[in-house]
């Protein structure tokens, strides 16, 4: 059965800390694809994004256009409400049947996962991959589910974040390096975050 992974966020921008543990998540797990999922709005933020939906699917649709196992799943961000994580996960095993599903988080997001909606629900449905973040952190988390439900990835650690992003931006420092080329020529054209 091929397997194929599914990776959400605001990408508000989608910067290298994303793309590049991602390629290796991608080598490691043999997965066919990896879907991007943009939320409308993040359970834990709140609030809309910076930017509409539209450049933040441009940005992302650059960054598809580079690499062949990358695509973009529009399920989050069509709904134009909080994005649960739940829903999502329901929706991908109704819609890709066929497939062994990843659900890829960041360690952030997982040191955090018994505050998810329904978290123990969403370990039942389908199979999480941990990208290790943080090169001081240990991952020792004691949830009351079943810990094989987790595969720690060890990706390189890329210690970038959409809000570093636009803080550098804002602060003018030479964000570029943060980002691949075309999602930096998308920023300037349109003046983001400034």
């Known amino acids: 059965m091929e397997k194929i992974g599914f990776f959400g966020g605001s990408f508000d921008p989608p910067h290298l800390g994303h793309i590049i543990p991602l390629i290796e998540a991608q080598k490691i797990l043999n997965l066919k694809k990896i879907f991007f999922i943009p939320a409308w709005i993040s359970p834990n933020k709140n609030r809309p994004s910076f930017t509409n939906k539209e450049i933040r699917i441009q940005m992302l649709q650059t960054i598809v256009n ?11 961000i069509n709904k134009q409400e909080i994005s649960y994580s739940i829903d999502t996960v329901k929706y991908i095993n109704k819609h890709y049947s066929q497939y062994d599903k990843y659900l890829i988080i960041g360690e952030d997001n997982f040191k955090s996962f018994d505050k998810w909606k329904d978290y123990k629900k969403i370990t ?3 199979k999480i991959a941990v990208l290790k973040r943080y090169t001081n952190s240990v991952i020792n988390k004691d949830f009351d589910i079943d810990k094989n439900a987790f595969i720690m990835l060890k990706t390189s650690i890329i210690e970038i974040s959409s809000s570093m992003v636009r803080d550098w931006i804002k602060n003018n420092l030479p964000y570029k390096y943060l980002v691949s080329s075309p999602v930096y020529n998308i920023i300037k054209e349109k003046k983001l975050y400034i």
Request: net charge negative; hydrophobic share 50%; aromatic share 36%.
């Open 124 to 126: 039942q449905l389908i």
């Open 66 to 76: 580079d690499f062949n196992f990358f695509d973009i799943e529009y399920f989050e």
